[in-house]
Every structure is written in C-alpha cells, then in structure tokens.
C-alpha cells in the first residue's frame, strides 16, 4: 500500500503533540516499565516515533525526573543518529550488504529473531539496557512469532522488546497474552494539521482527509507523484463512461519494474477511499476521503446500487491483502477498473 512506501523512515524523530501525554504518564511509571509492551492504533498515527521515543528514554544516561530522555547524553546522542549499540529496530526491510538500499519485504523471517536473541544475550555497551522495536509485529511470520516467545517469557535482565502493531488481531494470542498493551493516542485534527504544516506539506487539511486522518500516511501522500497520479485517477473514475482501464494500465507500466506494484498499490488505495466516499455520500453525509470531490461523488452516489458498491468494496480489499505476492499490476489495475466501471453501466 501507499503506506508502506515509508519503508526508511529516520530512526529518531520528534513526538508529535498529540503522543505527548500519553508518553508522559507511561514514563512516570518507568520502575516498573514491562520488559513486553505492545503499542496498537491504526497505520499513520505515529505509533513507530512513539516506540522509538520509549527506546531513548530507557537508554537514556541521564534521564529527566519525569522519566523521559534528556536529549543531551552519549545515549541520546546514538538514538539520534541511528547508531546506538544497544537498541536493535527490526522491520520487514531487507538491504544490501553495506547496509543501504532498503526495499519493503512481506515478513519479518526466522532468521531476524534469531539475531535479535543474539543480541538479548550480549553485555550492554553503555551499562544501562539493551532495547529492541519490532515494527509492524504482525508481519513476523509463524516461525519468527515462535522464536520470540521464549524472549518473551524470560527476557535476560535490563532486557527491553517494544512491539508495534498495526492490525494486533493478526498477531498469535500467545504474543499478545505477554505484552503490556498500550494503545495510541489518535491525533487531534487541529494537532495533525499543525505538524503537517511544520513539514512544509502543502494544503495540510485535504492531505490530512485524503488520509483519514492519519498524518504520517498524509505525509507520505504529499509525494508529488503521488498526487499527480490521484487526480489523473479520479478524474477517470469521476467519469465511468468515459474511464479507460487500459490507459490506466499503461500509466503504471510505463514506470519502472520496481515501481509498478507501488503504482498499483496507490490505485487500489484510491479506490478504496473513493468507493467509501460513494457509500457515505450516497446515504446523505459527506465524503472524508476526498472532500475536494463532493460534487463528482454525490453525482455518482446516486447512480451506483448499494449492493454493487459493498461487493466492490469487498473486493478491493481482497486485492490489497495480496498486494506483497507476485503480481502483474498492469493487468490487476486493469481488472479492477474494468469492474468499476460495470457498477454504472447502463
């Protein structure tokens, strides 16, 4: 998905406004911090900054009296740019051998817990704990989720997993059974926005809305590319008479190989926003996903049977969940659109 493009964000980044107190009360209890916790909320409101923040502070030297980090130690200095000995982020990414060149994979293997319990092992280099942040947790696959368990039964001492998970329902009840479970704060829209804006992100609010509210995403949104390829789409499906699939298929595979599942990736990301939008509109509310196409989604809303619209919707979400295997986005894209336009056929 369109999300799943930040596949390297930076290590270290500031805690929004709207995860500011929630992390304050959770480091006042500090001495009693879990040696498991598990942070769930929905995809793009800032739950990985959130882990990271937790990290520093455990691994800061001189923390403040409030538990959080003083931002000024040796420590602090590590997490910061990425290269604290005793903190370990473990994502679905594989890179080259020097370490550069990310690319998003679909699972976190066997073979990154085994590491990770390596590392469990091991002294602390700066004498204060050892840290690992396992982002999103549901990726682990069955054999990665069963190596982790006997970690988190009986963590060596000073020992810290912090887990991260997008969709908690996906992950093992006997995972979750050993974490302290931490739910986001969602953002307040007035704070979303004001971070969006910080970002330099131009027209924050429709970014914001194009994102149900979920800012990291909306700043993944901002992508110009992505933007252009939003209007040159619904502009298309504003118009189902007139929508060509095939065209759109070439579009996509007019991109490079590595590009093209991304490309796919953001049309069924839009169809999704778009066909919610055609059902709320079409019972009489507003659109959230794209406020700036009222106009276009109530001529729409009118047209198109509800039952149609949910079958549609069904299947688009079928088609995300396969969007990591081997696909030939060209003719997937094409698929789909194809089917959307059949839903106004005369």
Same mark, same amino acid.
């Given at each position: 998905?369109?999300?799943?493009?930040?596949?390297?964000?930076?290590?270290?980044?500031?805690?929004?406004?709207?995860?500011?107190?929630?992390?304050?009360?959770?480091?006042?209890?500090?001495?009693?911090?879990?040696?498991?916790?598990?942070?769930?909320?929905?995809?793009?409101?800032?739950?990985?900054?959130?882990?990271?923040?937790?990290?520093?502070?455990?691994?800061?030297?001189?923390?403040?009296?409030?538990?959080?980090?003083?931002?000024?130690?040796?420590?602090?200095?590590?997490?910061?740019?990425?290269?604290?000995?005793?903190?370990?982020?473990?994502?679905?990414?594989?890179?080259?051998?020097? !370490?550069?060149?990310?690319?998003?994979?679909?699972?976190?293997?066997?073979?990154?817990?085994?590491?990770?319990?390596?590392?469990?092992?091991?002294?602390?280099?700066?004498?204060?704990?050892?840290?690992?942040?396992?982002?999103?947790?549901?990726?682990?696959?069955?054999?990665?989720?069963?190596?982790?368990?006997?970690?988190?039964?009986?963590?060596?001492?000073?020992?810290?997993?912090?887990?991260?998970?997008?969709?908690?329902?996906?992950?093992?009840?006997?995972?979750?059974?050993?974490?302290?479970?931490?739910?986001?704060?969602?953002?307040?829209?007035?704070?979303?926005?004001?971070?969006?804006?910080?970002?330099?992100?131009?027209?924050?609010?429709?970014?914001?809305?194009?994102?149900?509210?979920?800012?990291?995403?909306?700043?993944?949104?901002?992508?110009?590319?992505?933007?252009?390829?939003?209007?040159?789409?619904?502009?298309?499906?504003?118009?189902?008479?007139?929508?060509?699939?095939?065209?759109?298929?070439?579009?996509?595979?007019?991109?490079?190989?590595?590009?093209?599942?991304?490309?796919?990736?953001?049309?069924?990301?839009?169809?999704?926003?778009?066909?919610?939008?055609?059902?709320?509109?079409?019972?009489?509310?507003?659109?959230?996903?794209?406020?700036?196409?009222?106009?276009?989604?109530?001529?729409?809303?009118?047209?198109?049977?509800?039952?149609?619209?949910?079958?549609?919707?069904?299947?688009?979400? !079928?088609?995300?969940?396969?969007? !990591?295997?081997?696909?030939?986005?060209?003719?997937?894209?094409?698929?789909?659109?194809?089917?959307?336009?059949?839903?106004?056929?005369?």
């Amino acid at each position: 998905m369109i999300e799943a493009r930040e596949t390297a964000p930076p290590l270290w980044q500031p805690l929004p406004a709207w995860q500011r107190e929630a992390a304050a009360a959770a480091l006042q209890a500090r001495a009693r911090w879990p040696h498991a916790l598990l942070i769930t909320g929905r995809r793009g409101i800032g739950k990985r900054i959130l882990a990271l923040h937790f990290a520093q502070a455990l691994l800061c030297e001189q923390p403040n009296a409030d538990g959080s980090a003083c931002g000024r130690c040796p420590s602090c200095t590590y997490v910061v740019n990425g290269t604290h000995p005793d903190l370990r982020l473990i994502e679905p990414v594989e890179r080259d051998d020097e !370490g550069n060149n990310p690319t998003p994979v679909d699972t976190i293997v066997v073979d990154r817990i085994r590491e990770l319990i390596e590392f469990t092992q091991l002294s602390t280099h700066r004498q204060r704990a050892k840290v690992a942040v396992i982002v999103p947790a549901e990726t682990l696959n069955t054999a990665a989720e069963n190596a982790l368990l006997k970690t988190l039964e009986e963590p060596p001492a000073a020992t810290y997993l912090i887990l991260v998970s997008h969709q908690p329902g996906r992950l093992a009840a006997t995972i979750i059974s050993r974490c302290r479970l931490l739910a986001s704060p969602e953002p307040d829209p007035d704070a979303a926005v004001a971070w969006l804006s910080a970002q330099g992100v131009p027209e924050p609010q429709l970014l914001l809305a194009q994102a149900g509210c979920a800012p990291l995403l909306a700043l993944t949104l901002a992508d110009p590319i992505v933007q252009r390829e939003r209007e040159l789409l619904l502009d298309e499906l504003a118009q189902p008479e007139r929508l060509a699939p095939v065209a759109v298929g070439a579009r996509i595979d007019a991109y490079g190989k590595d590009e093209r599942k991304a490309r796919l990736a953001d049309v069924v990301y839009w169809l999704l926003t778009w066909t919610s939008d055609l059902a709320v509109v079409g019972s009489g509310g507003a659109p959230r996903f794209n406020p700036d196409r009222e106009d276009a989604l109530a001529l729409l809303g009118a047209r198109v049977a509800r039952l149609k619209l949910f079958r549609y919707y069904q299947t688009l979400l !079928g088609q995300r969940a396969l969007l !990591g295997h081997p696909l030939q986005p060209r003719l997937v894209a094409e698929a789909l659109l194809f089917e959307y336009r059949a839903m106004f056929a005369r």
